[in-house]
């Protein structure tokens, strides 16, 4: 028994100085709140919007690129007071201009292309956005930070083809999420 013993002992040791550590798989999806707000003029008069699903979805595609997902359901207000408005969906493709290294996910400055397709419920009316979002990112332990400026340009249409009409788009972002 003591031999037995002694043998397993000995296997196990040369086996755990031959063994190499595994390395640290890379972060692959970033799940985040993310609250938005941005303004969209499309009245003539101080139009602001907030996200009230404010959580977005953003996959690695490789050390540098990715792409993210962000519901929008947009709570509009204006001078006579708020309701509902957009309800649509944001996808942007970020590139960071730090590359990720295997045991941490994406930080530092980033810019992004932006596309955002929505349906404004109380004034039945399409919006389009294409836009350049800007921002810096980190991450402090296991979470994620990011904040981020948008501009570009929306395209509003209605049932009416005398009502379209472009305006500006300009969008503040905040992030806060997990790498998994």
Do not use: C, H
């Amino acid at each position: 028994m003591k031999k037995i013993l002694i043998a397993v002992l000995i296997l196990s040791l040369s086996v755990s100085l031959y063994a190499k550590p595994v390395p640290k798989k890379k972060s692959l999806i970033n799940i985040a709140y993310e609250p938005y707000f941005f303004y969209q003029p499309v009245e003539e008069n101080l139009t602001l919007y907030a996200n009230l699903l404010p959580v977005s979805i953003e996959l690695a595609l490789s050390d540098n690129n990715g792409v993210k997902l962000t519901p929008l359901a947009g709570l509009k207000f204006y001078q006579w007071g708020a309701r509902f408005g957009l309800l649509g969906g944001m996808l942007s493709f970020p590139v960071y201009y730090t590359k990720r290294t295997s045991s941490s996910a994406y930080s530092g400055y980033y810019t992004a292309g932006v596309i955002s397709a929505g349906w404004n419920v109380s004034e039945s009316y399409t919006a389009l956005t294409a836009a350049n979002e800007t921002g810096i990112a980190f991450n402090l332990f296991n979470v994620s930070i990011a904040v981020a400026f948008q501009a570009g340009g929306t395209y509003f249409l209605f049932s009416n083809p005398a009502l379209n009409k472009n305006t500006v788009q300009i969008g503040l972002l905040l992030r806060f999420g997990f790498w998994m």
